[in-house]
RNA sequence: CGGGGUGUAGCGUAGCCCGGUUAGCGCGCCUGCUUUGGGAGCAGGAGGUCGCAGGUUCAACUCCUGCCACCCCGACCA
């Protein structure tokens, strides 16, 4: 393809707009451009890269037996509401104003109704749909470039099963083939174990990849595989020993002092030492939860050991449960239900608020002190404490959802009435499964982990094209020839090359935009080495150059792109 | 939705606090000449509803009010 003849929009600076690496380069290099918030235009380039990343879904996606599907994004309301997602999506989902349409933000609703009334027999399972189009999902708040836009390409896949056995089977095999997908794409991926959320049904997996610009934090562990979001991720952490001996517990005016971080400026101690209060309200009764001083509670944890209803109190009830506000409650002499993180176990010596503003407490020891104090796993696990699985360190690190799987069970066959005979000439409704993969985010997240100072760093993976060639002087009828034969050869030989042919352009232009667009190899034709019967090669992510004579420029070729 | 920030030519920005030239600069773009191995030089040129609406004023990019858009943090999140 000729430079001059395409539309590569690159630009020296920085746009405003965008804030991370991937979204900078995707614009700088003329792959995207933005239309309003979390919606965009992929340009010639970023097109071309789009539709290789599809293709490659769509070939491990029909190797499992997958077929292909072209499904509408405007849908009827009604189907919508028959399975109640209406309202579970609330704001999420756009309403057409003039006509009872809503625009699809993913399809199981659609593929079901397909499904409905045509697959009736046992015969005919299991089955798999999938197709790769647009969705719709009006983001409170789009962020990081093409990762979470309102308007995105994704892949979702849909299986229909007799049973859960079958269903078993269909998920294995879509797992299987997203580890090859992804592998295929050349993407650092790892898999974490979740709840499937608002989608309903039950055994789930998250194809997740490690990134600043990420919405989960998960702890991971390289060794054995382990990740979890940290919500749920448990760790184990070394106990903190009871000092000697235990001080007489004793009452300290504290005016002003609110926060932990005061505390301890004020009374020269280490956050450590100090057992924090934070009030929730479990189904309408107070609990007083106790953290080590520099520590959150993990809500999330919280709620799965009361189970019911949990939420913090607001300020206006801390006075009222325990006549203090915050930042000067504590554990000593109250009457509620105590529960206290493992990290506080048992020990000693500690402070904590007195239940009256602008006082503390010290000499707190647990087992003397708080009786009927109970203990549970409440925080969050930590970049270098030991996984609980293998032992070896875990990382706490934001990672970007790639793709995710999910047994959906019968939620929407039931609602819809999805229903086959088996056969003794029984109905059951269909057992159905749902797998998508957000394409633009494989495309943003290659990006996330292929780049360098001067620009975007494609490999054998993945890359618009095969090769950059890069005329320099073109005025000069010698360099344009040989450019020019060398462009045609190379293409003939099956080679996609991006030609940059760019008359007026200087030489510093031209590299610079061959770097910024990152194809793993250039050829330079300046009329310097032609006089020796050579050009350059140079490798994109290492800057080497190398000097190689025209007739052996093919081999060169040959050899550098078989890796 | 809460907090913070920004909106001036295709892109990046100065000016605004403290109202008063023809709204300045860099990049890009157009024309001509020179130049061509790391973002060229000279000369000439085009391009602006200063986000929108209202208000204050003799006078508004500048001050006030409302709205909109975009970015960041949080909440939310298949």
Request: hydrophobic letters at 35%; proline letters at 3%; glycine letters at 8%.
């Amino acid at each position: 393809m000729r430079f001059s003849k395409t539309f590569i929009p690159t630009l020296k600076e920085v746009p405003g707009d965008a804030v991370i690496p991937s979204h900078i380069l995707m614009i700088r290099a003329g792959l995207t451009r933005m239309l309003s918030a979390g919606i965009y235009s992929f340009l010639p380039i970023g097109y071309k890269l789009i539709r290789k990343i599809s293709d490659v879904i769509r070939e491990e996606m029909n190797a499992i037996g997958g077929q292909e599907f072209h499904l509408p994004a405007l849908n009827p309301k009604e189907i919508w509401e028959q399975t109640g997602r209406v309202e579970a999506f609330g704001d999420t989902l756009f309403h057409i104003k003039n006509r009872d349409y809503v625009l699809a933000p993913t399809h199981e609703e659609i593929m079901a109704f397909h499904a409905k009334g045509a697959l009736k027999s046992y015969k005919e399972l299991p089955q798999i749909w999938y197709q790769i189009q647009t969705k719709f999902r009006n983001e409170p708040r789009p962020r990081s470039g093409v990762i979470r836009g309102r308007q995105f390409l994704m892949k979702d896949a849909y299986s229909f099963d007799v049973d859960f056995d079958g269903l078993d089977k269909s998920y294995e095999a879509h797992d299987q083939a997203y580890r090859k997908i992804f592998v295929r794409c050349g993407l650092k991926y790892f898999i974490v174990g979740a709840s499937s959320g608002a989608m309903g049904g039950s055994k789930s997996e998250e194809f997740m990849l490690k990134s600043d610009a990420g919405e989960d934090t998960v702890a991971y562990c390289s060794k054995c595989g382990y990740a979890a979001n940290v919500e749920v991720a448990s760790s184990i952490i070394e106990p903190i020993k009871r000092e000697e001996k235990s001080k007489e517990i004793y009452e300290i005016s504290t005016p002003n002092v609110k926060s932990i971080d005061e505390l301890c400026e004020f009374l020269k101690i280490n956050e450590i030492q100090c057992a924090k209060s934070r009030i929730y309200i479990h189904d309408n009764v107070p609990v007083l939860i106790l953290m080590q001083g520099n520590e959150e509670v993990n809500e999330n944890k919280l709620n799965s050991f009361l189970g019911g209803t949990v939420r913090p109190a607001h300020p206006d009830e801390l006075k009222e449960i325990t006549g203090a506000d915050a930042g000067s409650i504590g554990p000593v002499g109250i009457k509620m239900r105590i529960i206290a993180d493992l990290k506080l176990k048992d020990r000693n010596n500690l402070f904590s608020g007195a239940n009256k503003n602008d006082y503390h407490i010290g000499g707190i020891d647990f087992t003397r002190d708080v009786k009927n104090i109970e203990y549970a796993d409440l925080r969050f696990a930590q970049s270098g404490e030991k996984c609980g699985r293998c032992n070896s360190k875990l990382e706490v690190f934001k990672a970007i959802e790639l793709g995710h799987i999910f047994k959906l069970g019968t939620k929407y066959s039931e609602s819809l009435g999805v229903r086959y005979l088996d056969e003794h000439g029984q109905d059951h409704p269909i057992v159905m499964g749902s797998y998508g993969i957000g394409v633009e985010r494989i495309l943003a997240c290659f990006i996330e982990q292929n780049y360098d100072e001067k620009g975007i760093l494609w490999n054998e993976h993945l890359s618009p094209f095969d090769l950059h060639l890069v005329g320099l002087n073109l005025k000069n009828n010698e360099t344009k020839n040989a450019a020019e034969n060398i462009y045609k050869e190379l293409t003939q030989k099956g080679y996609d090359i991006l030609y940059d042919d760019r008359l007026d352009e200087t030489a510093g232009v031209k590299f610079n935009d061959a770097d910024l667009i990152g194809i793993p190899i250039q050829i330079i034709v300046g009329e310097k080495n032609l006089k020796e019967q050579s050009v350059e090669v140079k490798i994109r992510e290492t800057g080497e150059r190398i000097k190689i004579k025209l007739d052996e420029l093919k081999n060169k070729i040959a050899e550098l792109l078989k890796k």
